[in-house]
């Protein structure tokens, strides 16, 4: 089994015949590629292209994410049905591949993809670690021993029909659909409890802020409102660029022209994947356009890094609002979900909104790196898809898991301070801008600064310099009036007042 980068594998010179397997008493297995022989622990399911890729590239010790191994191995089971059916594989062995792949598909062979996400360019060594992998217990299902590639040959049986540069932005594409889904789900979840809160909050008047300065009253409930619109509008964005990425480019092998892959075998492969999986994926329109160009996985990048500043924008606001809770704003109360401090008794931070900061960061810094990797491509191939797979991804779960967090154990416990709300709300100078119908932007302005230089609400101010009744100013400074559209109050009255 494999247990590091380079272990037990050993690279000789031979003359071994293609196909040919030995194993020593090292407990290594020799086996041989076109560069020559390499050795090979002897239980491993990769061969000997693996074995140098892991030689080649002890990167980073990260290997791809358990959703990008499935859909892998979708891909490499939809095309062995497809060949078996069109009658271009032998019946036998396609089988044995299936089995091998749904095999996999349950976990069983997964720890056996070990070629660093940080690799040969286009993807070719995730390829073959697949290749090999299904052509090895393909030849264990028919009573053969690894390495014995003459009866399932990784190449001319697993790989039938493909390329790498066909078959990897295939595995990409079928991986993002897959997680995507929960993604929508969980933003859906999101928006819910937003609205929730909104309705919850909706009599609840509070200073607004803008420039971080105190501004004109708003309702808790409407800011909460305008962040569950917020990431109704990024599950739409998202929606529109995961659909564009059910257009499959498999069957343009190498460049983009198909040769060597029948295009019935494409369309097979196509439904047969739509079969496994329930999405309705798509041949594609052109096949050169989508090997050269990553815009459909910048697209896809780009509603996650939107989505990102939305929910690093929610997030911040939540610890703004809650800051404190004695010393700052403390409009709301977070859920406490764990002690916030090793020194401080009594600390509680608000930690996962924290949490959902540090994951969008990550996603916006993944995005910029998909970005610059999608431009790099030259002619017919991008050859740095395998980073743009990771990263891509990554962003896709990470996000989920920290919104299903976000969601469950932040939003859905927020509580509101009301009257530490209303408190502020009286204090404030911004709600000055109601007066202005009234007594004219630069008397509301003078009352305003006098009040705040006096530290007295701004409605003492008016009453002693008589601008207006004390029946007037309840009408005028109604908190919930002063969060509805137009103009409140006997205007006819004040006006009067103004001009004389």
């Given at each position: 089994m494999f247990r590091g980068f380079g272990q037990g594998l050993l690279f000789l010179s031979g003359k071994a015949a293609q196909g040919d397997c030995t194993v020593t008493n090292q407990?290594?297995?020799?086996?041989?590629?076109?560069?020559?022989?390499?050795?090979i622990p002897k239980d491993a399911y990769y061969g000997p292209e693996t074995a140098r890729a892991v030689e080649n590239f002890p990167i980073s010790g990260t290997k791809p994410l358990?959703?990008?191994?499935?859909?892998?191995?979708l891909v490499k089971k939809a095309a062995a049905e497809a060949n078996v059916s069109l009658g271009f594989l032998d019946g036998k062995i396609g089988r044995a591949i299936v089995s091998a792949a749904d095999e996999t598909l349950e976990g069983k062979m997964t720890d056996q993809f070990v070629v660093d996400v940080f690799q040969a360019g286009a993807g070719t060594s995730h390829n073959m670690n697949a290749n090999e992998v299904l052509a090895n217990r393909a030849i264990e299902i028919l009573g053969g021993q690894k390495g014995n590639?003459?009866?399932?040959?990784?190449?001319?049986?697993?790989?039938?029909?493909?390329?790498?540069?066909?078959?990897?932005?295939?595995f990409i594409r079928v991986a993002c659909a897959i997680l995507a889904e929960p993604l929508k789900r969980v933003l859906?979840?999101?928006?819910?409890?937003?609205?929730?809160?909104?309705t919850e909050f909706d009599?609840?008047?509070?200073?607004?802020?803008?420039?971080?300065?105190?501004?004109?009253?708003?309702?808790?409930?409407?800011?909460?409102?305008?962040?569950?619109?917020?990431?109704?509008?990024?599950?739409?964005?998202?929606?529109?660029?995961?659909?564009?990425?059910?257009?499959?480019?498999?069957g343009g092998t190498a460049v983009g022209t198909g040769l060597n892959a029948d295009p019935k075998y494409v369309q097979l492969t196509v439904e047969n994947l739509g079969r496994y999986t329930g999405f309705k994926f798509r041949v594609a329109r052109n096949y050169a356009a989508l090997m050269q160009s990553m815009s459909d996985f910048v697209e896809l990048s780009g509603a996650l890094r939107t989505l990102s500043v939305d929910l690093t924008k929610i997030a911040n606001d939540l610890r703004l609002m809650s800051s404190g809770p004695v010393t700052g704003i403390g409009e709301i109360i977070l859920p406490a979900v764990q002690p916030g401090s090793s020194i401080m008794p009594g600390k509680v931070n608000p930690v996962i909104a924290e949490m959902v900061n540090m994951v969008c960061f990550e996603v916006i810094g993944n995005d910029l790196t998909i970005t610059m990797a999608a431009q790099a491509g030259q002619f017919e191939l991008n050859v740095m898809m395998p980073v743009i797979a990771y990263d891509l991804t990554q962003s896709l779960v990470i996000l989920t898991n920290a919104i299903r967090s976000f969601t469950d154990r932040l939003v859905r416990g927020i509580r509101a301070n009301e009257e530490r709300s209303r408190g502020l709300l009286e204090k404030s100078a911004g709600i000055a801008l109601a007066l202005n119908p009234f007594i004219g932007y630069d008397k509301a302005a003078e009352v305003a600064k006098e009040a705040l230089k006096r530290g007295v609400p701004l409605r003492d101010v008016v009453l002693?310099?008589?601008l207006l009744t004390e029946k007037e100013l309840d009408e005028?400074?109604?908190p919930y009036a002063m969060t509805t559209a137009g103009v409140h109050g006997k205007k006819g009255v004040a006006e009067k007042k103004r001009s004389g």
């Open positions: 407990g290594t297995r020799i086996e041989r590629d076109s560069l020559g022989t390499v050795g358990p959703e990008f191994i499935r859909a892998t191995v590639y003459k009866l399932v040959s990784p190449h001319d049986h697993v790989n039938m029909g493909q390329s790498t540069n066909d078959t990897y932005p295939t859906g979840e999101l928006r819910e409890a937003l609205e929730a809160k909104a009599h609840i008047v509070k200073s607004g802020r803008t420039h971080l300065q105190d501004a004109s009253a708003i309702r808790l409930g409407q800011e909460f409102a305008a962040f569950a619109s917020m990431i109704g509008d990024d599950n739409k964005r998202l929606e529109s660029a995961a659909d564009k990425i059910l257009e499959l480019n498999l002693e310099k008589k005028i400074l109604d």
